[in-house]
């Protein structure tokens, strides 16, 4: 009592040879209290651990035992690294790896095998390169599960049926027009889709949005081909419901339910959509009993952009005098400022009506077998065509592959949009040439002076991280020195600030 054992700061004041009895007596006393009679006693060691979790705050026990590095280098390790061993086998471990693997897209094998060793592995100095694990204060930190146990558990997952297109839908093509990939048939995911979200909106408590139709599922299809690797070429569709996310085209909430390495309008992907026809037609007639309740689905939206469009309902390319799939808009009449657009004969421009597409589509048809008994040249035959089909103050060419769901497609919003930033860059880059004065002299880009609004404006492209473009704009400029060929580009171009 005269001299206490630490200070306010819990730094021990007193001599090593004191501080050994009163360990002794406290011992003592409490084998005399909770029993025991050994050294090693645990009735008297859970006392005392009992009276260290009871009396004392969280804050100072956390103070004291910090500062033993017995307990925190050897104990409590012991305990760690037991738990660490259920968790890392656990369901939730499992859950973190693949939510880990498919996190802002699919992680490839090597990519994955990289993050396992990064978040949980480091070079051993005593050993040279070998790795051992990462430890702080002797507990080990948790590691994804392996690449290998991480392959099964994905495998294991039931996504639905999956179906090969080269047997579906290759039969009888040339070898040219056969493609590899694999689709989902809708009538078996949907359902597995919406039984899924509906188990969601149970475990969360976030209800769906069913807009007025109770039970009902909007359905989303909307499909696109992209560039992939050097020459080929992919096609995806996706699927989503409205009802759920962001609602319209939620990044997080859209699944794949066709892919193949061909282009967008190929042979294979109009037999796909003409098999999506039919069950889309088919699902929208029926009811499904999915937990406990009768659901049905309706396929409200086709977001696509305007050349998938064309091909869905069977019309000419954008570049046709009617360029519009969505109105009986022209290259001659566009630009009426006064124009309006609606159903009635007040208004200008009006929506295409579905049984005046079946009527051209049938004349086409004619015109084609007409023309096909005709010795002139395949372009000829061609513009006779579109010539006919202009005639008729239509763009139609072939039935629409998606029937009457034609007439439920709206403007899809990102590709006005890019292609505005298009638009916007173009002028942007020929007021530059302009503001140049490049002499006739330069017609290499690496001879444009630095100083020069061009060259600042590709070099500006360059630490935004735009490359693809700027390569693209110094590759335009080399081969037509930027005059006579206008600039043109496919590539997706965002302006920073605008958009």
Not at 233 to 257: D, P, Q, Y
Request: glycine fraction near 6%; proline fraction near 4%.
């Amino acid at each position: 009592m005269r001299q206490p054992t630490c200070d306010q700061d819990g730094n021990i004041k007193i001599k090593e040879r004191t501080l050994a009895k009163r360990r002794a007596e406290t011992f003592e006393v409490s084998l005399k209290i909770h029993g025991g009679k050994t050294k090693d006693s645990k009735p008297a060691a859970a006392g005392l651990v009992n009276v260290l979790k009871t009396k004392f705050s969280r804050k100072t026990l956390s103070s004291f035992i910090s500062m033993k590095r017995k307990l925190c280098t050897q104990v409590f390790p012991d305990i760690y690294n037991k738990e660490l061993d259920a968790f890392e086998g656990s369901q939730e471990n499992t859950l973190r790896s693949i939510a880990t693997y498919f996190s802002k897209g699919v992680m490839e094998k090597r990519k994955y095998r990289a993050t396992y060793k990064a978040l949980s592995m480091k070079k051993s100095h005593l050993k040279g390169s070998k790795l051992e694990r990462i430890k702080v204060m002797g507990c080990k930190v948790p590691r994804l599960l392996p690449c290998n146990k991480l392959i099964d558990q994905v495998n294991s997952i039931d996504i639905g049926k999956t179906v090969d297109i080269r047997e579906e839908f290759c039969k009888g093509l040339e070898d040219c027009e056969k493609v590899s990939g694999c689709f989902r048939p809708l009538l078996q995911f949907l359902p597995l889709l919406a039984s899924f979200y509906l188990e969601l909106e149970k475990e969360t408590g976030e209800e769906l949005l069913f807009f007025g139709e109770i039970n009902t599922f909007q359905v989303v299809l909307g499909g696109d081909g992209a560039p992939f690797r050097k020459e080929d070429t992919a096609c995806a569709w996706l699927v989503s419901f409205l009802n759920r996310g962001k609602h319209v085209l939620s990044s997080s909430e859209n699944f794949m339910i066709f892919g193949a390495n061909c282009s967008e309008d190929a042979v294979v992907v109009r037999h796909y959509v003409s098999y999506l026809f039919k069950e889309i037609s088919v699902m929208e007639k029926q009811s499904f009993s999915i937990s406990d309740r009768e659901i049905k689905f309706k396929f409200s939206e086709f977001p696509n952009d305007l050349k998938m469009l064309a091909f869905l309902a069977g019309e000419l390319s954008v570049s046709a005098r009617f360029f519009s799939t969505f109105a009986n808009v022209s290259t001659g009449d566009y630009d009426d400022p006064k124009g309006t657009f609606g159903k009635g004969n007040q208004h200008k421009w009006q929506p295409w009506h579905y049984s005046r597409r079946l009527k051209v589509s049938k004349e086409v048809k004619k015109i084609k077998e007409k023309v096909e008994r005709q010795n002139i040249s395949a372009k000829t035959k061609r513009m006779k065509v579109t010539d006919f089909i202009a005639s008729q103050k239509s763009r139609q060419e072939f039935e629409p592959l998606i029937g009457g769901f034609i007439d439920r497609v709206h403007v899809e919003p990102l590709h006005p949009k890019n292609n505005a930033c298009q638009q916007l860059f173009k002028e942007i880059l020929y007021e530059s040439i302009g503001k140049s004065g490049l002499p006739a002299t330069v017609i290499q880009f690496d001879a444009v002076p630095v100083a020069s609004p061009f060259k600042k404006l590709v070099h500006s492209l360059e630490k935004k991280g735009l490359t693809r473009l700027s390569n693209r704009v110094k590759r335009w400029f080399n081969e037509t020195s930027g005059a006579g060929v206008a600039f043109s580009t496919d590539l997706q171009v965002r302006i920073p600030g605008y958009f």
